[in-house]
């Protein structure tokens, strides 16, 4: 059973989830892991979500504020062993709801090509490709995607 809690990036099983994130995306990433991984810092977050399967802390993600209108959606990252299960959607979907409560009309957010499991999520939940944005543009391996997401 699935169930997803609202919390922040002190949480120790947030923590636990994003050190088994970075470590996957070093492997993925190679010799441009550095670059992305400067973006990466969880310390100017305040939303997070940790997705736990039977009390199991299989999952997270997070949102930040991008600007007035726009939240960017960070540290996606279900456990291997949990995949195909869904757990990915409910934690974008809670974050995008998430992001509504807060008054939010927007979300963008950027992974890379060599992480097509999760462009094919983002095509799933409905999200554009856009212009790689801030500190991405430019960067030939990063897709960056938006979504509206307005009452």
């Known amino acids: 059973m699935l169930t997803i809690l609202k919390t922040n990036t002190k949480n120790k099983d ?53 600007d007035t209108e726009t939240m960017e959606v960070k540290r996606m990252f279900t456990d291997t062993q949990y995949r195909g299960r869904k757990i990915a959607t409910q934690i974008l979907t809670n974050l995008e709801n998430w992001a509504k409560e807060l008054g939010y009309t927007r979300c963008i957010l950027e992974t890379g090509k060599k992480q097509p499991e999760a462009i094919q999520l983002y095509h799933k939940a409905n999200y554009q490709v856009i212009e790689n944005y801030g500190q991405y543009a430019g960067v030939e391996n990063s897709v960056c995607f938006e979504k509206k997401i307005e009452s």
């Open 14 to 66: 947030f923590i636990d989830l994003v050190k088994q994130l970075d470590a996957s995306l070093k492997i993925s990433d190679g010799e441009e892991h550095d670059f992305y991984d400067q973006y990466n810092g969880i310390d100017q977050i305040k939303y997070a979500i940790v997705a736990y399967w039977n009390e199991i802390p299989v999952g997270c993600g997070a949102i930040k504020k991008y």
